[in-house]
């Protein structure tokens, strides 16, 4: 179609330019495939990518991944991951890997640090694994193009037990960027693999895509800050500024490309040639400057994604850096994840029926303080900087709470992996 066309023209192709142009000398590419699940709506329609590649476009993708096409047959998405995972190992002159998203390059490498024993092993031996849930068609392929590689596998074990500090590096001297579009405002996923895993390596997020289509394209791979150019072709955008939104004006005028001014504020509303017209993102997007004459835009956080059980407004971006100070009160701490909720159930740190905070914490590389310590520590942290800066961004109206009051908080430190664990039997 030619809205997957533009796609595909405006932003994918630009893209892979864009990376040749600037890291030079990458060869060989790898990626790691989501499972497609075949899945339809309740009067049986068939549910499909928004914007599947062109079919001109297939044969020269094909050409930049050299994992075998009878993976891409595989259901399961653990064992689509594994196989994804044991033929980029397999390769040491690695130069491009690509993710979908940030958080399913977090998802890849956690499963990497928790099933790198069995992948050497299947590296040592040429075969995959016979614990592998795979139809016997497709493990025969597979096993087809494996050749034992001893060398490799003692080479790639002693990595893994160095840690997985900097492992992307570690594990592919020669890889020089990894393609994973940001996730959902998940900034901690984001901050774990440039900090941790992919240390050292380019992480490049070239897509601001959402299911309605493309919005931009991001021009500097080689920057750390993600910022994309919009793309009038393919979305015409329209602006909210953020600041009148919050004075509970539900619907204050909107502004154009040409209107909008650098360093504002704005929930982007969009426009398609499929026929969606002025559709509210909920995106909140700040303007950093201007590519000729075409606004360049940096994504900030969700609408919908405030927490206040007292009339308070505090982001999730605003939380999760709150978070981060907090930690950083033990040298060597890493916050593997959180998750915060609003309650109205009495908590062990409430008085009466107070509404209050319950925040869950899983916390590594902290030693010689018990998990009561833990968590008072991490408590009154978390409460005194919500308190500050709640006050610094005047988001809280003297009129819902007064001077110095803030929501009661109740913090639980989690064991390690709990998240994981969680995550995983929810999806059974």
Known sequence: TATATDSF???????????????????????VYQASLQRRSDSGIPIV?????????NKYLSKLDSLPSAALDIASEPELLY??????????????????????????????????????????????????????????????????????????RAQFEQGFEGIARRVWPELQVILAMDADFDELAEDSVREFFCKGVSVYSALYRVAEGLIGVNLWPEKLEQRYVLCPRSMFCEFLPVDQLETGDLQPPTLCMWDVEENGLYELVISNGAGLYRYRTGDVVKVTGFYNQCPVIQMLSRQSQKLGVRGERISEEQFYQILKRATQLWPGARLIDYCCVESSIQGPLCTGSDPHYEVFLELRGIRNLSEDQRYKVILKAVASDMQEGVSKVKLVELLHFGPGVMPSMSCVCLKYKTQVQLTNTRSV
């Open 83 to 156: 196989a994804c995972l044991l033929f980029a190992l397999w390769d040491k002159t690695l130069g491009l890997l690509e993710v979908a998203t940030t958080l399913h390059l977090y998802d890849a490498f956690t499963y990497l640090q928790n099933n790198w024993l069995m992948l050497t092993e299947d590296l040592d031996k040429g075969c995959l694994n016979p614990q592998l849930q795979l139809p016997e068609s497709t493990r025969r392929e597979l096993n087809f193009f494996l050749r034992p590689d001893p060398s490799r596998a003692c080479e790639l």
């Open 49 to 57: 990518s928004s914007a599947p590649p062109p079919p001109f476009a």
């Open 9 to 31: 023209l405006q932003g994918t192709a630009l893209c892979l330019s864009t990376i040749f142009s600037t890291f030079l000398g990458i060869q060989e590419t790898a990626r």
